[in-house]
């Protein structure tokens, strides 16, 4: 799980920590949302509060790799995860960096042993298949929260934040030809927290459970600063969802293109669907069978 934490990181972490179908078996970070060092703290929180201290966590690249830092504070608080109260975790950051984490291990793994969900900026994909693009082959499928294209962007008018934030690398990625699932705001913004569906969760009155309520509670709260009313996009627990659930989600076949020139369109993803291609844009979703799935999780949990 390659990630940035990030208030919806964090609900996509806690559905794969808290489901016994997933073997994840590292968290690496990037910085994004909010800088490295908070994004690689905030994933080690999770993994505490889960109860999955056996989990490694690996800080990776601290800045894009050749456009001028963003953040997003504006969506996720200045800690990162809004909601929760932040503090030092027990476990440590393991000492290697999260990119040569990822082709150690994808250089001793077996040809499509491995699926990467990435919920951030690609900088470390991106940087770990240029070091090493033998890696590739032991990537069965990327699970990527990345783009958009009828939906529109949602830091500028044409893109979206994880694209923007480092479109070379998201290039690098897409361009590797790795077969990839592809979460776009076409698809999150029709998966929100809206209250009905809190309130089932709220129900369950488990310490996890009220975990996540404030996560989305708090999620709400700093979307509505920016439209009122409107509720928080299921973005990065897409990726998870469709894991765990692939058939509450509709898909066609395309070629993800970035566009890296400066100009309005910096950032914008390109989704051809003329020909196929190895990435399943993701077009549709049941929202209610989403939060049906983060309830039994909870319930389970
Ligand atoms: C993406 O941007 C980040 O702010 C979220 O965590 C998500 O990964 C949505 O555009
Ligand atoms: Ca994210």
């Not at 799980?1 to 970070?29: E, K, Y």
């Not at 990776?60 to 109260?85: N, Q």
């Not at 470390?124 to 070091?131: E, Q, R, S």
């Not at 077009?283 to 319930?299: K, N, P, V, Y």
């Amino acid at each position: 799980m390659d990630c940035d934490p990030g208030v919806d990181d964090a609900v996509m972490l806690m559905m794969a920590l808290l489901s016994p179908q997933l073997d994840v078996r590292a968290i690496t970070t990037v910085a994004g949302n909010v800088p490295l060092s908070l994004t690689s703290r905030n994933a080690r929180i999770l993994c505490q509060l889960m109860d999955r201290m056996d989990v490694p966590v690996f800080a990776g690249c601290p800045g894009p790799m050749l456009r001028t830092p963003v953040t997003a504070e504006d969506f996720h608080g200045d800690s990162g995860i809004a909601g929760l109260d932040p503090f030092e975790p027990d476990r440590p950051l393991e000492p290697a960096h999260a990119v040569s984490h990822l082709i150690k291990t994808l250089g001793a793994a077996k040809p499509q042993e491995y699926i990467l969900v990435v919920t951030g900026p690609m900088t470390n994909i991106a940087a770990a298949l240029v070091l090493d693009p033998s890696i590739a082959a032991s990537i069965g499928r990327l699970v990527l929260m990345a783009g958009a294209d009828s939906e529109g962007g949602n830091i500028t008018p044409t893109a979206e934040f994880n694209v923007f934030a480092d479109p070379h690398a998201a290039a690098i990625v897409f361009n590797s030809g790795i077969p990839a699932t592809v979460m776009s705001l076409d698809v999150t913004h029709t998966v929100r927290a809206e209250l009905p569906r809190i309130d089932r969760l709220k129900a369950l009155k488990s310490e996890k459970a009220s975990i996540m309520v404030r996560l989305l509670e708090a999620g709400n709260a700093l979307e509505g600063r920016w439209k009122e009313g409107r509720k928080s996009p299921m973005h990065d627990p897409s990726t998870v969802a469709w894991l765990l659930a692939p058939h509450i989600f509709e898909t066609r076949a395309a070629t993800v293109s970035v566009v890296t020139d400066a100009g309005d369109r910096f950032g914008q993803t390109c989704p051809d669907f003329s020909a196929g291609g190895p990435h399943d844009w993701v077009t549709a979703a049941d929202a209610d069978e989403f939060f049906g799935l983060i309830e039994r999780i909870l319930e389970a949990a």
